[in-house]
């Protein structure tokens, strides 16, 4: 699965779950999700099975600057399955944890801010976030995994 954005700077970057097109850093493994900020550097979410479920800001020549999570959990500073992120006006980044029936939101710094949406708010995992700056609000696409079967709901950010 490739998942295509246009960056801030009118090119398109395609983030592909099998293949690595974009310089990673070696523990990078699995990326999800990529998002290219003003400033020319990634924020990228990675995670499957047993490997590391992060996001990473990383500079411009692909070394990880800071980072979020770790080793696959439930906690507050843990994710299971980072597949999709929204990043706002300000550098707070949206993270949708899939496993964990949940939305992140997370500081500039990449710091645990809290839940946005919590298990019980969702009926499916959440697999796509877009958010609208202008309205402040998340939308947010959740569905059964692996089915068609889903719906989008909207929270105020």
Same mark, same amino acid.
């Given at each position: 699965?490739?998942? $295509? @954005? @246009?960056?801030?700077?009118?090119?398109?970057?395609?983030?592909?779950?099998? /293949?690595?097109?974009?310089?990673?850093?070696?523990?990078?493994?699995?990326?999800?999700?990529? %998002?290219?900020?003003?400033?020319?550097?990634?924020?990228?979410?990675? +995670?499957?099975?047993?490997?590391?479920? =992060? %996001?990473?800001?990383?500079?411009?020549?692909?070394?990880?600057?800071?980072?979020?999570?770790?080793?696959?959990?439930?906690?507050?500073?843990?994710?299971?399955?980072?597949?999709?992120?929204? %990043?706002? $006006?300000?550098?707070?980044?949206?993270?949708?944890? %899939?496993?964990?029936?949940? /939305? @992140?939101?997370?500081?500039? $710094?990449?710091?645990?801010?809290?839940?946005?949406?919590?298990?019980?708010?969702?009926?499916?995992?959440?697999? =796509? @976030?877009?958010?609208? /700056?202008? =309205?402040?609000?998340?939308?947010?696409?959740?569905?059964?995994?692996?089915?068609?079967? +889903?719906?989008?709901?909207?929270?105020?950010?």
């Amino acid at each position: 699965m490739a998942v $295509e @954005l @246009l960056t801030h700077f009118h090119s398109v970057l395609v983030t592909c779950y099998e /293949v690595r097109k974009i310089k990673l850093p070696q523990d990078v493994t699995s990326p999800w999700h990529t %998002v290219q900020l003003f400033n020319g550097q990634f924020i990228v979410c990675h +995670g499957d099975r047993g490997d590391l479920h =992060r %996001v990473c800001l990383t500079g411009s020549d692909g070394r990880v600057v800071k980072s979020f999570g770790g080793t696959k959990g439930s906690g507050s500073q843990q994710m299971d399955a980072p597949a999709h992120l929204a %990043v706002d $006006e300000n550098g707070f980044v949206f993270v949708a944890d %899939v496993n964990n029936y949940r /939305v @992140l939101l997370l500081s500039p $710094e990449l710091t645990y801010v809290r839940d946005v949406v919590l298990r019980d708010e969702l009926k499916w995992r959440p697999l =796509r @976030l877009f958010l609208d /700056v202008n =309205r402040r609000k998340l939308h947010i696409a959740h569905n059964k995994w692996k089915s068609t079967d +889903g719906r989008v709901i909207v929270v105020n950010v």
